[in-house]
């Protein structure tokens, strides 16, 4: 078992580190600036791309400067921040799609019958998280309002509450449960895919979501949750390869597949913010940031060559009239 022995480093052994390594830091109180209030450790991710390729020493490639590094990381942060806000609009129009099929279904507590989920869904565990929010979140007015005046009601909300109460992530696991097609059918056409892919496309979503909300790179990452491949195409999707060439920097052998990495999720993002938003400006934006930060490499974010002249991408970047 090894014991990890790495001493604490100041700030200006950190840029003493980097400069050893090769980095270019012309103006030094910037980057202490910039380390003070973003970290060594969280930067540190966005340098690798950066080292020479074979290098056990880190070696960063001649030329490197700290604004390459720093750019990176402004990028993959206002790479999230657009994520975020296209995942948004795609979760509460999933959660209005919910609410609206059980109650026309089934009544406003009718979701609280186990049998209209899957066995293995823990239908156990909602009345549990609903029982426990609503004695725990008396400061929601609508909550309030409803144990006060429908006393003789279920103690669990109405299904346009109770999905106010649970997160993306809750939400998500419980569409993937629905047991009866009448519910899912109806969500079917409304997205306009089949319930396997939109399961997997929201689960998907649900992670990216978390990885945006706490601050994580994106920006080169190979995600565990991936999003399904639809077979079938009723609605426009990309042509997704199977793998690209990573670029510079990199082992010339070394390739990536865009289906694990943000290059699909932006696909999905897209497709469904056609359906829950058709009249954002969302794509031409993602293009306008991409133009902004020519330096990021595209292929680590699976993005194939000539990805903007994908029908696809060419329809949704060049939209015109659409608000913001």
Known sequence: MALFNKPAYTIDQHLALLQQRGMEIPD????????ANIGYYRLSAYTRTFYQPGSDEHRFVPGTCFDHILDLYVFDRELRLLLLDAIERIEIALRAQLASTFAE?????GYLNPDLFNTRYRHDWLIDKLNSEVQSRQFETFLAHYRRK???APPQPPIWMAVELLS?????TLFANLRQPQDTGRIEVHFGWKFPVLRSWFRSLSDLRNLCAHHVRVWNREFGSRPEMPRKTQRPWPQIPIAIPTGAHTRPEQRINPRRRLYAQLAVIESLIQVACPDSRWAIRLGELLDRHTGPSRPHMGFPSGWEQDPFWQAALTSEGKRP
């Open 105 to 109: 279904h089934y009544g406003p507590h």
């Open 28 to 35: 030094e109180p910037r980057a202490q600036h910039y380390l």
């Open 150 to 152: 429908y006393t003789a």
């Open 168 to 172: 993306f992530k809750e939400i998500s």
